[in-house]
């Protein structure tokens, strides 16, 4: 595991995003697994400002959720899918045909873990994988006591996330699903390579689990560990409990 601690959110996302168009150039059919969320925005935003300005060609790109809710309607805006349209295949002019997700639908909801995984390898399996991670150290939708062999499935969301998330529903607790379906642990580690990003104190307990407790399914960021080629990019706040922040 590769840690980098940045100055600020801005270094670190030049960083990445500089990583991610060079991955590209030397792979036109890369395959990158995207995380949605606010540490990812300032990414994206910073992504589309580049791809824009360079001479990268996305074109044979194809791009995969790491999560969905389940339950909202096909139109609505906090859908994943709806969210990364808005953030970035609409605004680099992607083929929405090359971003693939879970379904949502609820009837489908368990039959929709496998269809994934299977459209996942049909792929060629996910060349870089970007991860953010909640307070309580979740990654994906893989809340705390989730198995670290999970595969892509149906979870029901703690209050905690819930509450998190409510400022994607107008702050409204109550519009916020209790259910997604969540690429698994076992999943996101088949990627090739592991991005995981975060940004201030409010994530620095779940990094330190994450990057030097125990590998333990009360802290599923830290099966990263156990993954070979990981870089974990945060800030200076992210990065205050690490007892090797110096080292």
């Known amino acids: 595991m590769k840690v980098v601690i940045v100055e600020d959110e ?28 606010g540490s990812m925005e300032t990414i994206y935003e910073e992504l589309v400002s580049h791809g824009r300005e360079s001479a990268v060609n996305f074109d044979e790109v194809r791009w995969f959720l790491l999560d969905e809710y389940l339950g909202l309607n096909a139109d609505d805006p ?9 953030q970035l295949v609409d605004p680099l002019g992607l083929d929405p045909a090359h971003l693939y ?3 949502p639908d609820l009837a489908s909801g368990e039959d929709a873990g496998p269809k994934y995984e299977t459209a996942i390898r049909a792929a060629g399996g996910i060349d870089l994988q970007f991860l953010g991670i909640g307070r309580d150290g979740h990654i994906g939708f893989n809340e705390p006591g989730s198995s670290l062999a999970s595969r892509t499935r149906v979870k029901k969301l703690r209050p905690e996330t819930r509450e998190d998330n409510a400022r994607y529903f107008g ?17 996101i580690c088949d990627a ?3 991005v995981l990003v975060a940004w201030g104190e409010a994530k620095a307990e779940a990094i330190a689990k994450c990057v030097e407790g125990p590998v333990t399914a009360m802290a599923p960021a830290s099966a990263l560990q156990l993954h ?6 945060i800030d200076q706040g992210a990065a205050q409990q690490l007892q090797l922040k110096d080292y």
């Open 101 to 103: 997700g879970p379904e």
């Open 78 to 86: 906090a859908r994943y899918r709806a969210v990364i349209r808005k």
């Open 171 to 187: 702050g409204h607790l109550s519009a916020v699903p209790t259910m997604a379906i969540t690429q698994g642990i076992g999943t």
């Open 192 to 194: 090739r390579r592991l």
């Open 228 to 233: 070979p080629h990981v870089t974990v990019v």
């Open 10 to 37: 801005r270094q670190g996302v030049e960083m990445i995003v500089s990583d991610l168009i060079a991955v590209v150039k030397n792979k036109a059919t890369t395959t990158v697994g995207l995380a949605t969320g």
